[in-house]
């Protein structure tokens, strides 16, 4: 085992465990109310009773931070989950049978392809107005054609053993052979596709809160913060850093931790890395 | 050969037809009533009716499609709600800005992506070769609309040296490029990071083949082998991301325009969902998922031109 697998997903987890853990926290102890109001103190530099300052209301930026935290992880879970429970489904109907099926799973998943997710949220936020909400199920819906394409793949690879064979021989249905056998050895790479869109949700929902499609004020966001300190960025262009330092964070943090996650359920990954 | 083509031109004009059943259903079936969403909750039934007659709405929904798909056919995308002009006239309007962005970003890119690629395959583990994938890892997670503001910070409003939004139209050329400079090298540097890390496993792969052994044996100066026998055989990946990033452009492009205050068809697509102008979005969506869908077909096309074998495995 070379030096840089462990490297990548060493930092990868260490930034996923800090996201996850000031996500965790936030839900029953931020220093101030992510959303109290003190305008006396507005624009107060790093302090100690402030860490990282507070904004144009006052309100504390690590508190908001946290929370925000809450929010992004948040959604990214449910949208992930959501995506990567139907699709996976998918895939296995569509290893499992076969023939028309697997060609109409196939081929709506290709139409899934031609939105990318911010196109996709932002036509469901045009229709149904702005909100988390929109953009979980967004996100969720464009998850469920790549992980039908990655449980497929995986899948039909499985099907072709011997073991699979021999149980089918023993009278196992095609859902008993797909639960027992076919899930668990295509778990691998549906974990690793996880953890890559895990980076991709959090991305997509900065942008659309961003962009004032996805949470509403009061909710607190990375994107919806970095929107509020571009009016302020000669004031005070403080504010526009912390919000995408955290997205940068939770990112890259998702992405090197899927990374490694591939290299090592890839053993050709793993004889191409440079010794 | 012709049989590849015919069939994939099939595919391209099934799956456009499938995008815009998507679209119309999700912008005209699934919310329910059109006219409540453009007017709002506190419209009047009598305002509500007069709209959905001026708009065609009480046709029936297979109607109204085939109206939209026909019209839109011959060029006709309707009214624009909230511009009371064309949605066609809007768009033809809008469109120089935005394709100027996109070819500008994309071309930014692949130079970008091509000499970091390339350098960092050259340096195979060394320290180029780190920091180059140090920045692709960092280009992937940094967020469009934050490295515009860091740049913004940086060039306009500390250094002045560009301004920091806005577009001066195109009557000054000189202004206009100025205008476009930061758009350009933001959407530009978060899309190569991508690239670039494709371009250096796809050259280090060739890197390993025999005939780039020989050409070193034969004295070929390092520069001459990367970019004559190298690259063109890395190509299938890297033209395959690069169509896959068309998608990401489009998204760039509508994130990248309302970060700069740029007057183009992404910008055009967040005043239309502002102003509940649900025709210009729909026509606005389609547009840009058309162009991904077309992005596609083309890369497609693209690999047979680029590899023979895939031509012969595939006629």
Redesign the interface.
């Known amino acids: 085992m070379n030096a840089r697998l462990p490297v990548n997903i060493l930092i990868g987890a260490a930034l996923v465990a800090v996201v996850m853990f000031a996500a965790l926290l936030s839900a029953i102890w931020t220093p101030y109310p992510y959303a109290g109001i003190d305008v006396a103190n507005k624009f107060a530099a790093p302090s100690g009773a402030h860490w990282l300052g507070t904004d144009q209301l006052g309100r504390d930026l690590v508190s908001q931070l946290m929370a925000a935290a809450g929010n992004s992880m948040g959604v990214a879970v449910v949208a992930v989950g959501i995506g990567c429970s139907i699709g996976t489904a998918l895939g296995l109907l569509a290893a499992a049978k076969g023939g028309w099926i697997e060609e109409l799973i196939m081929r709506l998943s290709?139409?899934g392809?031609?939105?990318?997710?911010?196109?996709f949220a932002?036509?469901?936020?045009?229709?149904?107005g702005p909100s988390l909400s929109m953009v979980v199920i967004a996100i969720a819906f464009i998850n469920i054609p790549t992980f039908a394409r990655v449980t497929r793949a995986a899948a039909n690879q499985i099907w072709r053993r011997e073991y699979v064979f021999a149980a089918r021989a023993a009278g196992m249905s095609t859902f008993a052979i797909s639960r027992d056998h076919i899930l668990p050895n295509i778990a691998a790479p549906v974990i690793v596709q996880a953890t890559i869109e895990f980076?991709v949700a959090i991305?997509v929902e900065?942008?659309l809160s961003?962009?004032?499609?996805g949470a509403q004020p009061p909710e607190p966001s990375w994107?919806r913060m970095?929107a509020e300190?571009?009016t302020l960025?000669?004031l005070a262009?403080q504010l526009?850093v912390w919000?995408?330092l955290c997205?940068?964070t939770a990112?890259?943090g998702f992405?090197?931790l899927g990374d490694g996650l591939r290299d090592i359920s890839d053993p050709r990954l793993a004889r191409r890395r440079?010794a | 050969m012709s049989y590849f083509l015919a069939r994939r031109i099939a595919?391209f004009v099934l799956?456009l037809w499938?995008?815009s059943i998507?679209?119309f259903a999700?912008?005209n079936v699934?919310?329910g009533d059109p006219a409540l969403?453009i007017l709002g909750l506190d419209s009047t039934d009598e305002a509500r009716a007069a709209l959905r007659e001026r708009l065609g709405l009480d046709a029936p929904v297979v109607q109204r499609y085939l109206a939209w798909v026909g019209g839109a056919l011959r060029g006709d995308l309707g009214q624009s709600y909230s511009f009371g002009v064309a949605v066609s006239g809007l768009i033809a309007e809008r469109l120089p800005l935005t394709v100027s962005l996109a070819i500008s970003g994309m071309t930014l890119t692949v130079c970008l992506a091509l000499v970091m690629g390339l350098t960092a395959a050259a340096r195979?583990?060394r320290a180029g070769d780190w920091a180059i994938m140090l920045f692709s890892?960092?280009g992937?997670?940094?967020?469009?609309?934050?490295l515009s503001?860091?740049l913004?910070?940086l060039f306009a409003?500390k250094l002045r040296w560009l301004p920091?939004g806005g577009f001066p139209g195109w009557s000054d050329p000189v202004a206009a490029a100025r205008a476009l400079v930061l758009p350009t090298v933001a959407l530009a540097l978060v899309q190569s990071a991508v690239l670039a890390r494709v371009t250096r496993s796809a050259a280090l792969e060739v890197m390993r083949l025999d005939f780039v052994r020989t050409a070193r044996a034969s004295g070929f100066a390092p520069g001459h082998i990367m970019w004559r026998h190298v690259l063109p055989n890395a190509l299938v990946p890297i033209v395959t991301i690069v169509g896959l990033q068309f998608?990401?452009l489009?998204?760039g492009t509508?994130?990248i325009e309302?970060?700069f205050y740029l007057p183009g068809l992404g910008r055009l697509?967040?005043q239309?969902?502002a102003n509940r102008d649900?025709v210009t979005?729909q026509a606005l969506?389609m547009l840009?998922?058309a162009i991904?869908?077309t992005a596609?077909f083309l890369v497609d096309i693209a690999y047979v031109l680029i590899d023979p074998r895939l031509r012969a495995g595939r006629a």
């Open positions: 290709d139409l392809f031609a939105f990318p997710a911010l196109l932002i036509m469901l936020a045009a229709a149904f980076a991305l900065a942008a961003y962009l004032g499609l994107g970095l300190a571009q960025m000669y262009p526009a919000p995408g997205i940068v990112v890259l992405g090197l440079p | 595919g799956t499938a995008v998507v679209v999700v912008m699934l919310p969403t195979h583990g890892q960092l992937i997670a940094v967020p469009v609309f934050w503001m860091l913004v910070l409003v920091p998608a990401g489009v998204t509508i994130v309302n970060v697509l967040f239309s969902i649900l979005v969506v840009f998922a991904v869908v596609n």
